[in-house]
Structures are given as structure tokens and as C-alpha cells.
Nanobody, 123 residues
Framework: VQLQASGGGLVRAGGSLRLSCAAS????????LGWFRQAPGKEREFVAS????????FYTNSVKGRFTISRDNARNTVYLQMDSLKPEDTAVYYC?????????????????WGQGTQVTVSS
């Protein structure tokens, strides 16, 4: 499956953005979808994920209560609503289709990646 991430931009601290991850070619496959981010000079880190079976969602501690991951089946799209943004949220955000049952918090469990979308939060 090919993934297309979009919705990034420049926003002031406290603002909001909604990222989208659309699947093209066919529907999402695997076990779920995850959002990761990578800031300059840092490793790619897990942000949030959603499981196709049961719809369970997971978040890294630093975004709990501020970010919400959701899925629109009709549009074959997964969203990441980001509220109360902070400068430390600045990064390139990637969506990825998880190909393994376990290990949803690590990039190695994901086979297909979108191209990334830049999120910049100014103070």
C-alpha cells in the first residue's frame, strides 16, 4: 500500500494541526497504522497508533491528552489531530502501515511509510 501524509505546516505554540494519511492503490493492510516523528539530529520516535482490530489507540506519554488518532473508513484515511502544540513537537511526521502483530512502538514493525510532512511549532 502507498501512503500519502499531508497537513503539516507552521503554527504557533498552543495551536492545532490535523495530519492526514491516505492509502492509495488499496485499503490499509496489516495490523494498524502508526504515526512517527523525527526531529533534526534525533531518532525517529513513536507518536501514536491505531489497531484495525478493535480500534485500540496508543500514544506516547508526551502527546497524551493533546493528540488524537482516528480513522475514516469511507475515505481510507487516518488522521492525527494535534492540539495544544508545543515547540518540542516540531519534527517531520510520518505515517506507516504496521506489518507485525506486536512491536507497534518501533519503526521496524512497519513496512510501508509515507513521505513525511513537516510540522513546525514556533514559541
Amino acid at each position: 500500500v502507498q501512503l500519502q501524509a499531508s497537513g503539516g505546516g507552521l503554527v504557533r505554540a498552543g495551536g492545532s494541526l490535523r495530519l492526514s494519511c491516505a492509502a492509495s492503490g488499496r485499503t490499509f493492510s496489516g495490523y494498524g497504522l502508526g504515526w512517527f516523528r523525527q526531529a533534526p539530529g534525533k531518532e525517529r520516535e513513536f507518536v501514536a497508533s491505531i489497531n484495525w482490530s478493535g480500534g485500540n489507540t496508543f500514544y506516547t506519554n508526551s502527546v497524551k491528552g493533546r493528540f488524537t488518532i482516528s480513522r475514516d473508513n469511507a475515505r481510507n484515511t487516518v488522521y492525527l489531530q494535534m492540539d495544544s502544540l508545543k515547540p518540542e513537537d516540531t519534527a517531520v511526521y510520518y505515517c506507516a502501515d504496521r506489518s507485525r502483530l506486536n512491536g507497534q512502538f518501533v519503526p521496524a514493525s512497519y513496512a510501508s511509510w509515507g513521505q513525511g510532512t513537516q510540522v513546525t511549532v514556533s514559541s
